[in-house]
Structures are given as C-alpha cells and as structure tokens.
C-alpha cells in the first residue's frame, strides 16, 4: 500500500531558528512529490520536485528530493510565526492521485 | 475572485440526512477532486474527475455520490448520513492529473 509517512509529527522552536521537516515515500509509479502548508483551512501549495538533487527555493523555504532514499526535506531558515502551520508531504502516484503524509505540526514561539 | 470556491463552509447536520456539497474552480483546470480530512489532519482522496470522467473511486462507500456537471463543477452529494462522515471535506483543482492541487476552503461537516 502507498505510504508517505513525515517527521517529526509536532515541532516547536523560537523565532530565527532554522528547522527541517522531513518525508518518506513507498509510492508506487511515482512521479513527484509535493509539499503543502495549512494554516487554518486550505492547504497552499509550496513545492513540486520531480528531480533527485536539486534543490527548489522560495525565500527562506527550501526542498530537495531523494529518489535514491524515497526521501524529501523541507527546510525553513530564519524561522517567524508567521510559519506555524501544519506542513504536508505528499507523493504523486502514477500521475493520478496524491498520497498524504499525516503532516508536521510546526509552531514557532515568538 | 477565489479560484476554487466550496459551499457550504459549514454544515452540521442529523443522522440519516442527505446533503451535498458544491465545488465551483475558475482556474480553466481539466481535473477536479474530492479530498476528506478527518481529525488527525490526514488527507485522503475520495474521487478525482478528469474532464467530467471519473477517474478514481478511492473505495468509498456509495453513500456517496460526485457529480461533475462540466469542467468547472464538481458537487458531492452524501445519501444517509452516520457520524463517522464527520470531517472535512476538501475539493482541489490541478491543470492535468498528477499535477499540483489548489484547493478550496474545505466544508467542515458535522454529523450529529
């Protein structure tokens, strides 16, 4: 069975820190992966990596993939509590349909 | 001008109702789908539609029907409603299948 699996589950850290939210997939046909931020309602799309290695940036965020590892970190430098949110973590399985990780809980403490 | 817009945002309602949800997207995407969050964050799928098609049933009880009308469109209508459809139910929108979603505000459906 597809299985995206992120960690840690919950994070808390103060303001200017720099974290790493991390993200296993057993996708089957895989084809990318994404990574989502939820605040209060909709998840916001942040990235799609579709490439072993190379890193993808927006801002203080950043993404790399590992399709060696099956494996995706986020990492979010200079942290601010405008951050705090849920982050998920989902692989593209056959170009049809998302499977969700069951997200990280990052809360940053001003 | 939201680009993919879900109504209601909220709805409590008895065992045993049926009630639908509409989801509208503006964005002149081909794919439309239907997402349930229940309350330890997990998203599931339930449906995506591809040009009106059904693509994926993800095993869902057929209580529940989607409906795409047309492109822009897709509603979910829930027949005989039990207390463990309590979630959030979101509709996203990507350009093709397997693209990245946008998804809508979701409809937190209580069922009492």
């Known amino acids: 069975e597809d299985k995206v699996v992120q960690s840690p589950l919950s994070l808390v850290v103060h303001e200017g820190d720099t974290v790493t939210l991390n993200c296993s997939y057993e996708?089957?046909?895989?084809?990318?992966l994404l990574w989502y931020k939820q605040e209060k309602k909709a998840p916001t799309f942040l990235f799609m990596l579709?490439?072993?290695?190379i890193e993808k940036k927006s801002g203080r965020l950043s993404s790399i993939l590992d399709k060696k590892e099956l494996f995706s970190i986020l990492n979010i430098t200079a942290t601010q509590t405008g951050d705090s949110a849920v982050y998920l973590c989902a692989g593209c399985q056959g170009a049809q349909k998302l499977v969700f990780g069951q997200g990280t809980r990052l809360t940053i403490n001003p | 001008d939201t680009a993919v817009s879900q109504t209601p945002k909220y709805l409590v309602t008895q065992m045993g109702n049926d009630k639908s949800i509409k989801c509208e997207q503006n964005l002149g995407h081909d794919t439309m789908y239907w997402y349930k969050q229940d309350s330890k964050k997990f998203l599931k799928i339930m449906f995506s539609?591809?040009?009106?098609?059904?693509?994926i049933n993800e095993t869902v009880p057929n209580r529940f029907s989607p409906k795409s009308p047309d492109k822009a469109h897709l509603n979910l209508h829930i027949n005989s409603l039990e207390l463990g459809d309590s979630a959030v139910y979101f509709c996203?929108?990507?350009?093709?299948?397997?693209?990245?979603?946008?998804f809508g505000q979701g409809t937190r459906l209580t069922v009492v």
């Open positions: 996203a929108s990507s350009q093709v299948l397997g693209d990245k979603a946008f």
């Open positions: 579709t490439s072993s290695g």
């Open positions: 996708v089957t046909n895989f084809r990318s």
């Open positions: 539609y591809n040009n009106k098609e059904l693509i």
